[in-house]
């Protein structure tokens, strides 16, 4: 069966990227006309051509959210269970090289942080931890949903790539989507970012989406780590990735991720800046390539940012984000994985959110619709 590898080594980067940059105002002006659009349309609202219309995308995207998702959003938070790593990647503070304190968390410590959020209202969480098969493998994160899957509607992961039959195990036993960003869709940078550990083979990792629909996941988080390389390229192909995942795992929903890079222990520049504009621009492009797409925005994001995106596209944020093991109430000084910028509580989040017309929704859309009915 063919993967999304073939249809990948069909595409060039520089091409990809030359093509985007050639886009005419024409070609911005008929995508933005188009009920239903294609790739090249995608390419045409990413290219700097479209910079002057970011107005009327923004008003199409945030109608376009709002005819699909009511002036709703949901809350999610993220639990890091481990900062283990035996991965080298030059862009985040777990990585190997980076002599910190190791920290995993035993089973009573993980429900003393469950007790925390769902205190908070948390109906929908994700559990991250770093790459480390011997400390933080399949049996562990297993026994992790199993203790808390009584605690959630539903439970996502951002772990290392795993097997097929991994995830199988993992669903059986209550996992609901899973995220893997691939960082950058180029090959030859992805290699500079990776030098060691499993995380260095690009191909296993750009081969798990597929290895997730197989085993028939209900939701797939995909993205790409804005700073390591030009971000309209990479948001091509993660378009196109997503559009081949839709085709051909078609029961499975998809969500969209921005993270730019952040500060963190050890911290690598960005090679491309990204900027507040710029992601305005690509937030609302993927709207308007997908009105059903869910659309996350995390903490990495400041105040002023987030509290404008919930109005133009995005579906689902997460408040009071800790990114280290026992952040929220266990160790709140072990070392993060990233500096976060919006350090608002939930509480604080949920009034802005409503200060906006927005109704706060804890569990998933799947629930929400559900409750609709």
Not at 91 to 96: A, D, E, K, T, V
Not at 168 to 173: K, P, S, T
Not at 252 to 267: A, C, D, E, M, Q
Not at 346 to 369: A, N, P, R, S
Request: net charge negative; glycine share 6%.
């Amino acid at each position: 069966m063919a993967n999304f590898i073939t249809l990948f080594d069909t595409y060039n980067w520089d091409n990809t990227l030359e093509s985007i940059f050639s886009k005419t105002t024409v070609e911005v002006e008929n995508a933005l006309a188009k009920e239903k659009l294609d790739l090249e349309d995608f390419k045409a609202l990413i290219s700097p051509a479209a910079k002057p219309f970011l107005e009327q995308m923004a008003q199409k995207s945030s109608m376009l959210t709002k005819k699909r998702f009511g002036n709703t959003i949901q809350m999610y938070a993220p639990m890091y269970l481990s900062n283990e790593c035996q991965n080298i990647c030059t862009y985040c503070g777990f990585s190997m090289t980076n002599k910190i304190p190791r920290r995993t968390l035993t089973d009573a410590e993980i429900l003393k942080e469950v007790a925390f959020l769902k205190a908070k209202g948390y109906d929908h969480i994700l559990l991250v931890t770093g790459e480390a098969n011997k400390t933080v493998g399949v049996s562990y994160i297993k026994n992790a949903i199993k203790i808390i899957r009584s605690q959630f509607s539903n439970i996502t992961i951002e772990v290392q790539p795993l097997d097929q039959e991994e995830y199988e195990l993992l669903i059986e036993n209550g996992l609901y989507a899973v995220l893997v960003y691939q960082e950058t869709y180029h090959r030859e940078e992805y290699k500079k970012h990776h030098p060691k550990g499993k995380k260095s083979n690009f191909n296993y990792r750009l081969d798990t989406p597929d290895r997730l629909g197989k085993a028939g996941i209900h939701k797939i988080g995909l993205g790409a780590l804005f700073g390591l390389e030009d971000w309209r390229a990479d948001s091509f192909f993660t378009a196109l990735h997503l559009k081949y995942l839709q085709k051909t795992y078609w029961k499975t929903k998809y969500s969209i991720s921005f993270p730019r890079l952040r500060p963190h222990s050890g911290g690598l520049e960005p090679k491309v800046e990204m900027t507040d504009s710029d992601l305005v621009q690509l937030i609302c492009a993927f709207r308007l390539l997908d009105e059903d797409i869910e659309l996350s925005m995390s903490t990495r994001e400041n105040e002023i940012f987030r509290n404008n995106i919930v109005n133009l596209g995005a579906t689902s944020i997460s408040a009071e984000s800790k990114t280290n093991p026992g952040g929220y109430t266990v160790e709140p000084q072990s070392l993060e994985q990233f500096e976060i910028s919006d350090e608002r509580s939930t509480e604080e989040i949920v009034k802005m959110l409503k200060g906006q017309g927005l109704e706060v929704v804890w569990k998933d859309w799947q629930h929400f619709e559900a409750i609709e009915e």
